[in-house]
């Protein structure tokens, strides 16, 4: 019984580890600025984040309630939220993700991503996919160098300002309307 308890407070351990680094990287300016866009608001974020990741990452089943446990309560300076809450928002969370899926598949269907209107998307996916790969690089150092830290700001500033002018309702028309509208 007593490898039980201590496997369980080294879990627990794990866990409050797993949610401080959730919370964090829900603090990145390129993940806020996506998640801003999604259909996903920070909290069905956050909890399909820590449903997905935390069971993952830790490699055995954690209970709905500790998931709810770890959760912020937006609002407040507390940690926690119900097991119901927990159970409604990511079930919002995956109803919103389900349907961006099914919309993805619809344009895919009707050949809408051939067009040229969604090149810009694909190209910034591309620099968030080597943005990513660096950052992974970079994580397993120590210290950075000057010039490391100035290749990452870098490649931020080039993806933020990308984010931008997609976000941009000129982005999701023809060159033929672009043109018409200036």
Do not use: W
């Not at 997905?52 to 770890?70: F, M, N, P, R």
């Not at 927990?86 to 344009?107: D, E, G, H, K, V």
């Not at 997609?166 to 023809?174: C, G, I, P, V, Y």
Request: contains cysteine; charged residues 30%; positive net charge.
């Amino acid at each position: 019984m007593q490898f039980k308890n201590t496997r369980q407070t080294s879990d627990k351990k794990v866990m409050k580890q797993l949610a401080i680094g959730t919370r964090h990287v829900l603090k990145e300016p390129i993940l806020k600025k996506l998640q801003e866009g999604s259909v996903l608001s920070e909290v069905q974020l956050e909890t399909l984040l820590i449903d997905l990741v935390l069971e993952d990452s830790l490699g055995s089943h954690i209970t709905y309630e500790d998931k709810a446990t770890i959760r912020t309560k937006y609002g407040t300076r507390s940690r926690g939220v119900s097991r119901g809450a927990f159970n409604r928002t990511l079930n919002q969370a995956r109803r919103n993700l389900s349907r961006c899926f099914y919309t993805m598949l619809l344009l895919a269907y009707l050949g809408l991503f051939e067009l040229t209107i969604f090149r810009p998307f694909e190209e910034v996916a591309a620099r968030i996919g080597d943005y990513r790969r660096i950052r992974d690089i970079l994580a397993g150092k120590v210290e950075l160098t000057t010039e490391e830290l100035e290749s990452i700001r870098a490649t931020e500033r080039t993806i933020m300002a990308a984010l931008d002018e997609l976000s941009s309702s000129l982005a999701l028309k023809s060159e033929i309307s672009k043109k018409k509208s200036d």
